[in-house]
């Protein structure tokens, strides 16, 4: 029997106690650097591990300071945030697992001053009375998207659903079937408007809506007409929808508000660097669409939110749901919002300034340099492993743009002493984690969406995966 083992029996023995590692040398250097209860369920934890290891079939040995080090590690690893920043060198820009937008520098030194002391979120200075905290960005949204009105709350489903809530609660919502997207975390088009109280209609076909379609299904019940811009995905070849000036000419004749999801919500015309399938918000609001929302945190580059522009009197409506204190934003997303949208009062600042359209928008050859300038610096720390700079393509990820590829390049590793798989997670493991995609039997990092001061710290840690310590 295992627990017979007389080897076995004597190191079982020899297990110190909770205690006596709190009261050694080390049990002192543990606890004055963090908390006592970390310190215990750290040392608990290892004992409890090394009984089990000592007693299993594969028992290869233990020692006092084979333990140590396991409490060490457990230690770090419990007094560590769980959210921790990484280095995204996979090239997609909007990376819904990674974070979605950078958030840029002037944004982030906008949210640290609001957020060290007390703000005006909700104090009118001018009149020594309580304000209301989304005057700090409805001015500067109007502005920059020419709608009456706006307003935000925490992300794009709460937008749609906010909106769905007030103007078509137990009545129908006509929509095109081939618009009944499905985003992220398996929430449906559908489950929303469910969500809402509202009754979806749906017309058309998967691959063909006309205008006709939607005056047949206008009963007296129906409250809205919605279209949902298929920002995730695309149908292509005998396809058919109906343009939004249409719908809005229709919405018009029949008295009935329009309402456009638009999804990835663009500020600028994209139509200036080539990409051709993205409209902007302005363009749309232009067309006389009543209300449109859209997020906050992908082509838009600013915080997570839900933003609904429109016709002022819809708005209000909004406003005044009890929902809409439920899904509003805080003091931190509204700053960081108010610095963005400054940002877009001049294209040129917003390109320059803002993460995602930078990495979007940023020329091949400045990519290739960045790749260049891993490389070189890989090949100095490293000696034997091969290292190359590829022609690739980036995604816009997110959820947005998803027919169009960014030209792009990236760094090259073929190990030859481990296995690709490895080097990954390996670097996974890091400090600080870097996250790179396996492409058959390299592992590339895209220059795309690695940042200048970022080089150094990839090949110190790749160096460090090909010679731990």
């Known amino acids: 029997m295992i627990s017979g083992n007389p080897e076995r029996q004597r190191l079982l023995a020899t297990l110190p106690s909770v205690d006596e590692l709190l009261k050694s040398s080390e049990g002192a250097a543990w606890l004055a650097h963090c908390q006592r209860r970390l310190v215990v369920q750290a040392v ?158 749906e017309v058309g076909t998967t691959n063909k809506t006309h205008l006709h379609d939607y005056c047949n299904a206008v009963t007296d019940q129906t409250a809205l007409l919605l279209k949902v811009h298929q920002s995730n995905y695309r149908i292509t070849g005998f396809t058919k929808d109906v343009p939004v000036a249409a719908l809005v000419d229709t919405g018009k004749r029949l008295g009935l508000p329009v309402m456009y999801d638009l999804g990835s919500g663009c500020l600028i015309d994209l139509r200036a660097y080539g990409i051709h399938s993205e409209p902007s918000v302005k363009e749309i609001v232009s067309a006389g669409v009543d209300l449109v929302t859209f997020s906050g945190d992908k082509l838009l580059g600013g915080p997570q939110g839900g933003i609904i522009v429109g016709k002022k009197k819809y708005i209000e409506q909004i406003q005044k749901n009890p929902l809409a204190r439920a899904l509003r934003v805080d003091k931190m997303t509204i ?94 493991a890091g400090t600080p984690p870097i996250i790179a995609r396996i492409k058959g039997s390299v592992l590339l990092l895209d220059a795309r969406t690695i940042t200048d001061r970022e080089v150094e710290v990839i090949a110190s840690a790749i160096a460090a995966s090909f010679y731990p310590v």
């Open 335 to 428: 700053a960081a919002f108010e610095s963005v949208f400054m940002s877009y009062l001049d294209e040129k600042s917003a390109v320059s300034e803002i993460p995602v359209l930078r990495m979007l928008l940023q020329s091949p050859d400045k990519i290739r340099g960045r790749a260049v300038k891993l490389a070189n610096r890989l090949r100095k720390y490293i000696k034997q492993e091969q290292f190359e700079i590829v022609k690739d393509n980036s995604k816009a990820g997110g959820g947005s743009l998803p027919e169009i590829e960014f030209p792009t390049y990236a760094v090259s590793i073929k190990p030859v002493h481990i296995s690709v798989n490895e080097l990954e997670r390996r670097l996974r």
């Open 44 to 201: 608990r934890e290892a004992i409890a591990g090394a009984r089990e290891e000592i007693l299993s079939l594969n028992f290869s040995g233990f020692t006092r300071a084979s333990l140590i080090q396991d409490i060490d590690r457990q230690i770090l690893k419990k007094a560590s945030f769980s959210l921790r920043h990484v280095i995204n060198a996979t090239g997609i820009v909007l990376h819904t697992n990674l974070g979605r937008s950078v958030l840029s520098e002037r944004m982030l030194q906008n949210v640290a001053a609001v957020s060290s002391g007390y703000s005006n979120l909700e104090y009118d200075l001018e009149a020594g009375e309580r304000g209301k905290r989304y005057v700090h960005t409805k001015n500067l949204i109007r502005d920059i998207t020419g709608a009456e009105d706006a307003f935000i709350v925490n992300n794009n489903a709460a937008a749609v659903l906010l909106c769905l809530n007030t103007l078509a609660r137990n009545r129908q919502v006509i929509v095109s079937r081939g618009e009944l997207v499905e985003i992220g975390g398996s929430f449906r088009v559908p489950d929303v408007m469910t969500a809402s109280s509202a009754q979806l209609c």
